[in-house]
């Protein structure tokens, strides 16, 4: 019960030091791990595979350390596997020097990692950056699958159709231009050598589901709230919900510990 008690004392601190939760929300959290330490066996008896991925456009701020805490007591009360995976495709914002300040702090709270930059591991490269063939394999793939498609709309085009859907009253999502495009034309634009970028298609009536340990179940009407979206740029770089549902099947991740605003994510990478 080493790493439970250290955990719940140190939601205490970090949420007293951000000044994020009241009094009532300290008991909430400290019940509820409990309550699910008891209950759900697998995650506390099975050994796990968490990662801390953080993006390297600062420095590791107080939310980050408490998340990379709670990954790695996780890893290391299960006898698992802590990863450490630098998600950098913010090619503008992205630094080394960044990169190397996390690590170093990381080190400085003494969360070695068992996977990552610096130590290797079995699913190497470990930076977004490195493993653009990866993901653009993985987009062909769901082309040929019939699950993405290419689309060649222009950002002019793309504004316009917005202002349209909001002068309509109606949300600014994609209207399907390319989702069933006559191939021959798709081959055309591709032969002339045309930008284009790949988009999901998001089934209709899809409703997604998942159990989340501290919220309980959580449900989308996938077609309500998106449109096919983008999972790899015009450039060539991918988006980061496309990378972290990649990432996370090709490294074997089994839980995700991750803060509050990535919750609506998830959405898009179950897709």
């Known amino acids: 019960m080493r790493y439970q008690s250290l955990f719940t004392m140190l939601v205490i601190l970090i949420s007293y030091i951000t000044n994020s939760m009241s009094y009532n929300s300290y008991n909430s959290i400290i019940k509820r791990f409990h309550r699910l330490s008891m209950q759900n066996t697998a995650i ?16 590791l701020h107080v939310g980050g350390a408490r998340t990379a805490l709670f990954n790695w007591l996780l890893a290391r009360k299960t006898k698992g596997t802590f990863i450490i995976r630098v998600e950098d495709t913010d090619e503008a914002r992205s630094t080394r020097k960044s990169e190397e300040s996390i690590l170093n702090d990381l080190k400085w709270m003494n969360l070695q990692w068992d996977e990552g930059p610096i130590v290797g591991g079995k699913c190497e490269p470990y930076r977004q950056s490195e493993r653009k063939p990866i993901y653009k394999k993985y987009a062909e793939q769901l082309i040929e699958q019939g699950f993405a498609f290419r689309c060649f709309c222009t950002e002019e085009e793309l504004d316009l159709k917005r202002q349209e859907a909001e002068a309509a009253g109606l949300d600014p999502k994609y209207d399907g231009t390319w989702r069933d495009a006559d191939p021959k034309e798709v081959q055309r634009r591709l032969d002339n050598g045309e930008p284009y970028t790949i988009r999901f298609k998001v089934p209709s009536s899809k409703i997604v589901s998942f159990d ?11 077609e ?4 096919d979206f983008i999972i790899l740029r015009s450039n060539g770089m991918p988006v ?19 803060a509050e605003e990535h919750l609506s994510n998830t959405l898009r990478q179950l897709l």
């Open 44 to 59: 506390i008896n099975q050994p796990v595979r968490v990662r801390f991925a953080p993006s390297p456009t600062g420095t």
């Open 240 to 258: 980061y919900n496309f990378c972290v549902a990649v990432d996370d099947a090709t490294m074997g991740i089994t839980h995700v510990i991750r």
């Open 224 to 227: 309500a709230m998106l449109g």
């Open 212 to 222: 989340d340990v501290v919220r309980g179940k959580v449900t989308w009407d996938a």
